[in-house]
């Protein structure tokens, strides 16, 4: 076995290149050929590392979730605030949605796609996160930082506000040309947004 073979090098370079490609075309407008041209390694190599184009899709959005759950868990635990949390958890998936646009536009694109080959925790690996969120917000709710607010709505209303920019940009909207905003300065637009939201509900 090379070490090329052997390394997480190659691997990685060849889900770098699906991921966007994935995002930009989709899985039926992506071949093997495609992903080992972009990945500047050979159609052999990827499927050394990969069963074939649905393995390697699966894995690209299985990963990207294995990213956003890290992100939730270490935002959405520990003994903060409920309001701090919710910051947190925006602050952190909103810098994660920009640092890996490939991957979180192929999960958007997973999510929308219902006929696509996306994984089946695909759907229930979102509803998984929601549920954190959710938990929060009754915390917040329960120890009156928070109005009564129906915290399942809420978190549904937040899981939208984060995705948004990732969305828009994937449609490469003349709005997201507007935005002057750094990452965090949106991610803290949508925080205060949110909680101020909240705050008037009750």
Do not use: W
């Amino acid at each position: 076995m090379s070490q090329e073979q052997g390394g997480g090098n190659a691997r990685e370079r060849i889900l770098i290149a699906a991921g966007e490609l994935f995002a930009e075309h989709g899985f039926d407008g992506v071949s093997v050929a495609d992903i080992a041209a972009a990945s500047g390694i050979s159609t052999g190599l990827v499927y050394y590392h990969f069963k074939d184009k649905q393995s390697l899709y699966e894995t690209s959005i299985t990963e990207g979730l294995k990213l956003l759950e890290d992100a939730g868990m270490r935002a959405l635990s520990g003994d903060a605030p409920a309001a701090e949390k919710i910051r947190g958890f925006v602050a952190d998936y909103m810098a994660l949605m920009e640092e890996h646009a490939a991957v979180m536009h192929t999960l958007i694109r997973g999510v929308s796609d219902l006929t696509g080959p996306a994984p089946r925790n695909l759907l229930r690996r979102s509803a998984a996160a929601l549920d954190q969120i959710e938990s929060v917000i009754a915390d917040g709710v329960a120890d009156g930082s928070f109005g009564p607010v129906d915290p399942r709505l809420a978190a549904l209303s937040l899981f939208a506000l984060v995705n948004t920019p990732i969305v828009v940009r994937g449609l490469e909207s003349t709005i997201q040309r507007e935005l002057q905003l750094s990452t965090a300065e949106q991610a803290a637009f949508v925080s205060c947004l949110f909680l101020n939201g909240i705050v008037r509900c009750s």
